[in-house]
Protein backbone atom coordinates (compact mmCIF):
# COMPACT_ATOMS: atom_id res chain seq x y z
CA UNK A 1 0.00 0.00 0.00
CA UNK A 2 1.04 3.23 -1.08
CA UNK A 3 0.61 6.49 0.48
CA UNK A 4 1.02 10.13 -0.39
CA UNK A 5 0.23 12.49 2.13
CA UNK A 6 1.05 16.34 1.43
CA UNK A 7 1.25 19.40 4.00
CA UNK A 8 2.27 23.44 3.73
CA UNK A 9 -1.20 24.74 1.93
CA UNK A 10 -2.87 27.47 3.36
CA UNK A 11 -4.20 31.02 2.88
CA UNK A 12 -1.75 33.37 1.68
CA UNK A 13 -2.15 37.38 0.34
CA UNK A 14 -0.98 37.76 -3.05
CA UNK A 15 2.59 38.19 -3.52
CA UNK A 16 3.39 36.06 -1.02
CA UNK A 17 5.28 32.23 -0.46
CA UNK A 18 4.42 28.79 0.81
CA UNK A 19 6.06 25.78 0.56
CA UNK A 20 4.43 22.44 -0.36
CA UNK A 21 5.65 19.42 0.88
CA UNK A 22 4.77 15.44 -0.23
CA UNK A 23 5.61 12.35 1.52
CA UNK A 24 5.56 9.10 -0.01
CA UNK A 25 5.76 5.69 2.15
CA UNK A 26 4.76 2.16 1.70
CA UNK A 27 6.46 -0.40 -0.11
CA UNK A 28 8.34 1.26 -2.77
CA UNK A 29 11.07 -0.23 -5.07
CA UNK A 30 11.71 2.95 -7.25
CA UNK A 31 9.87 6.20 -7.79
CA UNK A 32 10.28 7.31 -11.70
CA UNK A 33 8.60 10.79 -11.06
CA UNK A 34 6.90 13.04 -8.70
CA UNK A 35 4.75 16.16 -9.34
CA UNK A 36 2.19 18.48 -8.56
CA UNK A 37 -1.18 18.95 -10.43
CA UNK A 38 -3.93 21.64 -8.95
CA UNK A 39 -7.21 21.77 -9.41
CA UNK A 40 -9.09 25.18 -9.21
CA UNK A 41 -13.03 24.58 -8.33
CA UNK A 42 -14.98 24.53 -12.18
CA UNK A 43 -11.97 23.74 -13.92
CA UNK A 44 -9.88 20.24 -14.70
CA UNK A 45 -6.95 19.31 -13.17
CA UNK A 46 -3.41 20.33 -14.81
CA UNK A 47 -0.15 19.78 -14.10
CA UNK A 48 1.58 22.91 -12.16
CA UNK A 49 5.06 20.91 -11.99
CA UNK A 50 7.17 17.27 -11.91
CA UNK A 51 10.88 16.49 -11.67
CA UNK A 52 11.97 12.92 -12.80
CA UNK A 53 14.74 10.92 -10.60
CA UNK A 54 16.84 12.11 -12.77
CA UNK A 55 16.32 15.48 -11.94
CA UNK A 56 15.00 16.51 -14.64
CA UNK A 57 12.10 19.40 -14.44
CA UNK A 58 9.30 20.57 -16.15
CA UNK A 59 6.88 23.38 -14.93
CA UNK A 60 3.31 24.80 -16.33
CA UNK A 61 3.80 27.83 -18.65
CA UNK A 62 1.54 29.93 -15.73
CA UNK A 63 4.26 28.97 -13.04
CA UNK A 64 7.81 29.24 -14.38
CA UNK A 65 9.94 32.01 -12.83
CA UNK A 66 7.80 31.53 -9.75
CA UNK A 67 7.54 27.92 -8.83
CA UNK A 68 10.12 25.65 -8.11
CA UNK A 69 10.20 21.77 -7.39
CA UNK A 70 12.45 19.95 -5.96
CA UNK A 71 12.81 16.15 -4.61
CA UNK A 72 14.86 14.15 -1.96
CA UNK A 73 14.47 10.71 -3.89
CA UNK A 74 15.91 8.96 -0.83
CA UNK A 75 13.62 10.33 1.55
CA UNK A 76 10.66 9.91 -0.99
CA UNK A 77 10.28 13.90 -0.99
CA UNK A 78 8.85 16.16 -3.11
CA UNK A 79 8.66 19.56 -2.56
CA UNK A 80 7.22 22.62 -4.31
CA UNK A 81 8.41 25.86 -3.55
CA UNK A 82 6.04 29.22 -4.64
CA UNK A 83 6.56 32.38 -4.55
CA UNK A 84 4.86 35.72 -5.50
CA UNK A 85 2.09 33.87 -5.42
CA UNK A 86 -1.49 35.02 -7.50
CA UNK A 87 -5.22 35.10 -7.03
CA UNK A 88 -5.53 32.65 -9.82
CA UNK A 89 -3.33 29.83 -7.59
CA UNK A 90 -5.56 29.15 -5.71
CA UNK A 91 -6.63 25.66 -6.00
CA UNK A 92 -6.12 22.29 -4.50
CA UNK A 93 -2.80 20.99 -4.53
CA UNK A 94 -2.57 17.20 -5.08
CA UNK A 95 1.19 15.60 -5.08
CA UNK A 96 1.34 12.64 -7.81
CA UNK A 97 3.94 9.89 -7.90
CA UNK A 98 4.71 7.47 -10.54
CA UNK A 99 6.46 4.40 -9.20
CA UNK A 100 7.27 0.42 -9.56
CA UNK A 101 6.77 -1.81 -6.82
CA UNK A 102 8.91 -4.59 -7.76
CA UNK A 103 12.04 -4.86 -9.25
CA UNK A 104 10.01 -6.80 -12.39
CA UNK A 105 6.59 -4.41 -12.34
CA UNK A 106 5.26 -2.03 -14.28
CA UNK A 107 5.01 1.59 -13.52
CA UNK A 108 1.92 2.83 -11.33
CA UNK A 109 0.22 6.47 -10.61
CA UNK A 110 -0.49 7.24 -6.87
CA UNK A 111 -2.15 10.50 -5.94
CA UNK A 112 -2.33 12.11 -2.65
CA UNK A 113 -5.58 13.80 -1.04
CA UNK A 114 -4.82 17.56 -1.65
CA UNK A 115 -3.83 20.57 -0.09
CA UNK A 116 -5.60 23.72 -0.42
CA UNK A 117 -4.02 26.68 -0.89
CA UNK A 118 -5.77 30.07 -1.16
CA UNK A 119 -4.24 33.25 -2.26
CA UNK A 120 -6.26 36.85 -1.45
CA UNK A 121 -5.70 39.80 -3.85
Known amino acids: QVQLVESGGGLVQAGGSLRLSCSAS????????MGWYRQAPGKQRELVATVTSGGATNYADSVKGRFTIFADNAKKLVYLQMINLKPEDTAVYYC???????????????WGQGTQVTVSS
Open 96 to 110: KTTLRLHWNSGTNDY
Open 26 to 33: GSIFTINA
